[in-house]
C-alpha cells in the first residue's frame, strides 16, 4: 500500500505501515531489515502533526528497537532504547502512564537478564500498580509471571507461586492463551505431587488444543489459497 500512501502523504498509515513491516521482519528473524524500518518509521514519524500522536509513536518504536535487541540476547545494546523512552517526554509517567510502564518493565527485565538486579524488583512492582489502577489486565498477568520467575529464581517459593496464580488468574480472564500456559508450567514446577501434575496437564490440554487450532486454520487458509487461483 506504500506506492498508494506516499504521494498523497498519509502519513499517520506509512507510519503503521513501516510500524508492521518492522514487526514482521522481527518476527521473520530478519533483525537487520526490522532495524531498517524502525528507522524509517522513525523518520517519517518526524512529520507527524499531532505532537502526542508523535510522541507516542516515537515512544514505541524506541521500545520495539529495544525489545529487538533484547529478543535476541544483545542486552546491553538495548539498554539505550529503553532509557532514551524514558526520558523522551517530560513527566512520561503522567503523560503516557502505560508507555512508561512498557518501557520501566523491560527496561527491568533487560537487568535482570544481565545480572544487575538492584532495582528490578520495585520497577516490577510499580509497573504492577500502574497497570492495575489502569485496568491494563492483559498486561498484568505478564508483570506477575516476572515476578513470579524473579521470586523463583532467589529461591522465594512462597512469594513465586502467589505471583504465579495471580499471573494465571489474569490471563485466563483476558484470555491470553500465552501467558496462561507460560503460568501453568511455572506453577507446575512450584508445586509438587497432584497439584504439579494437575498444572502440567492442563498446560500439555491447552497447549495441544492451541496446536490443533493453529493447524486447521492454516489448512483452511490453504483451502481459500487454492480455491481462488481456480
Do not use: C, W
Not at 501434575?197 to 491447552?206: A, E, F, G, M, R
Amino acid at each position: 500500500g506504500l506506492q498508494y500512501l506516499e504521494p498523497i502523504k498519509a502519513n499517520s498509515y506509512i507510519v503503521s505501515l513501516y510500524m508492521n513491516l518492522a514487526r514482521i521482519s522481527d518476527k521473520l528473524g530478519r533483525f537487520d531489515d526490522a532495524i531498517k524500518y524502525y528507522d524509517i518509521t522513525s523518520k517519517k514519524n518526524r512529520s507527524n502533526r499531532l505532537k502526542s500522536r508523535k510522541e507516542r509513536e516515537e515512544i514505541n518504536i524506541l521500545n520495539n528497537k529495544g525489545r529487538l535487541f533484547q529478543t535476541n540476547k544483545k542486552y546491553k545494546e538495548a539498554i539505550p532504547y529503553f532509557k532514551k523512552g524514558l526520558q523522551l517526554v517530560d513527566s512520561i509517567e503522567i503523560k503516557y502512564p502505560l508507555h512508561y510502564a512498557l518501557l520501566l518493565e523491560n527496561l527491568a527485565l533487560n537487568n535482570y537478564y544481565l545480572g544487575n538486579t538492584e532495582n528490578v524488583l520495585n520497577n516490577y512492582k510499580k509497573v504492577l500498580q500502574i497497570r492495575k489502577e489502569k485496568k491494563e489486565f492483559s498486561s498484568v498477568s505478564t508483570t506477575n509471571l516476572f515476578i513470579a520467575k524473579y521470586y523463583k529464581d532467589y529461591g522465594q517459593l512462597k512469594k513465586a507461586l502467589l505471583y504465579a496464580n495471580e499471573a494465571l488468574k489474569y490471563a485466563k480472564k483476558t484470555k491470553y492463551n500465552k501467558r496462561t500456559l507460560e503460568a501453568l508450567k511455572l506453577l507446575s514446577e512450584l508445586t509438587k505431587g497432584k497439584e504439579s501434575v494437575t498444572y502440567l496437564n492442563k498446560y500439555i490440554q491447552l497447549n495441544d488444543s492451541l496446536f490443533e487450532r493453529e493447524r486447521a486454520l492454516k489448512n483452511q487458509l490453504v483451502f481459500i489459497r487454492n480455491k481462488t487461483k481456480t
